[in-house]
Nanobody, 116 residues
Framework: VHLVESGGGSVQTGGSLRLSCTVS????????MGWYRQAPGTQRDWVAH???????TYAASVKGRFTISRDNAKNTVYLQMTGLKPEDTAVYYC???????????WGQGTQVTVSS
């Protein structure tokens, strides 16, 4: 199992970024996929997740600004982030949710930095 995130970077307040996470080694279409984030000195927090059929759920802090989506044909989950704020600065991780038997369920993370 392998998860590879990409798309992070540095933007100014109000900017946008699109994160991607491509997964290999599983039947991707069967799994709930999520995005989490971790700022320095804090715990890793859930941001959003999407069901195999494409139903999304968001944390209150990002609802209305972030959009999670997936392309099961490409084994990829996306996080479109708009209206970025400095408090969105964190390392963003892709996660295969509710998959306790898999050897790996986390990607390596991608840094998002939002400056004021």
């Amino acid at each position: 199992v392998h998860l590879v995130e990409s798309g992070g970077g540095s933007v100014q307040t109000g900017g946008s970024l699109r994160l991607s996470c491509t997964v290999s080694g599983i039947d991707f279409r069967n799994y709930i996929m999520g995005w989490y984030r971790q700022a320095p000195g804090t715990q890793r927090d859930w941001v959003a997740h999407i069901t195999p059929l494409g139903s999304p759920t968001y944390a209150a802090s990002v609802k209305g600004r972030f959009t999670i989506s997936r392309d099961n044909a490409k084994n990829t989950v996306y996080l479109q982030m708009t209206g970025l704020k400095p408090e969105d600065t964190a390392v963003y991780y892709c996660h295969i949710i509710r998959a306790p038997t898999l050897p790996t369920t986390w990607g390596q993370g991608t840094q998002v930095t939002v400056s004021s």
